[in-house]
């Protein structure tokens, strides 16, 4: 069946480091993917998505391509703020979510 | 647009009391999805509906759980009788025909 593997956390950086969260699915066919990001006492929140091979997903400084040769998604972002603190979910989508463990991401001031 | 509306967002209760959480969905979307969310096992589907009709419920723990859909706006999950290894975080989502979910706010359940 469908699954995502992303890297374990929890990830604790300096402000203004470079953040990496490695992501892989293994999937039939050609799913969507997504990063999904769940701030303290909230609700999950889409960040990006990409829907076919070697589309590029972006939003507020973070990335994601959709790599169907590695089948990753790996997500990026050049400079972390505090703000960015959050938990963060790869996903794949075929009719429903299959979410990746989640990575806790702490950025310190 | 209101985005998935959840109620209560917090429900404190006692063992053995029946628990039901409301979920109403992003107006137009056709696929509704439960979720529970732990510490220990993380992001669990329980259920997934679509134009009302249950399709999965095979992360249902036990029939302790049930889920209903009387119509496109609103849906329910009940707990009888709630057990402590219930308390969790409740998520409801919505979506369209395969396009991303958009999540609630959750309910926060402590069964005690």
């Known amino acids: 069946g469908n699954s995502v593997t992303q890297m374990e956390g929890p990830v604790t950086l300096s402000e203004e480091a470079f953040l990496t969260i490695n992501c892989t699915y293994t999937?039939?066919?050609?799913?969507?993917l997504f990063w999904y990001v769940q701030y303290p006492g909230e609700g999950l929140q889409l960040l990006l998505k990409a829907t076919k091979a070697d589309d590029k997903g972006s939003n507020k400084g973070f990335e994601a391509t959709y790599r169907k040769e590695t089948t990753s998604f790996h997500l990026e972002k050049g400079s972390v703020q505090v703000s960015d603190s959050a938990v963060y979910f790869c996903?794949?989508?075929?009719?429903?979510?299959?979410f990746g463990a989640g990575t806790t991401v702490t950025v310190r001031a | 647009d209101a985005g998935v509306i959840q109620s209560p967002r917090h429900e404190v209760t006692e063992m053995g009391q029946e628990v039901t959480l409301r979920c109403k969905p992003i107006?137009?979307?056709?696929?509704l999805f439960w979720y529970r969310q732990t510490m220990m096992r993380g992001l669990e589907l329980l259920i997934y509906?679509?134009?009302?009709?249950?399709?999965?419920d095979s992360g249902m723990p036990e029939d302790r759980f049930s889920a209903k859909m009387p119509n496109a706006s609103f849906s329910t999950l009940k707990i009888q009788p709630s057990e402590p290894r219930d308390s969790a975080v409740y998520f409801c989502a919505s979506s369209s025909e395969y396009n991303e979910q958009f999540f609630g706010p959750g309910t926060r359940l402590t069964v005690l």
């Open positions: 999937a039939t066919g050609y799913p969507s």
């Open positions: 509906f679509n134009n009302n009709v249950p399709i999965d």
């Open positions: 996903a794949l989508n075929d009719y429903k979510l299959s």
């Open positions: 107006s137009g979307h056709n696929s």
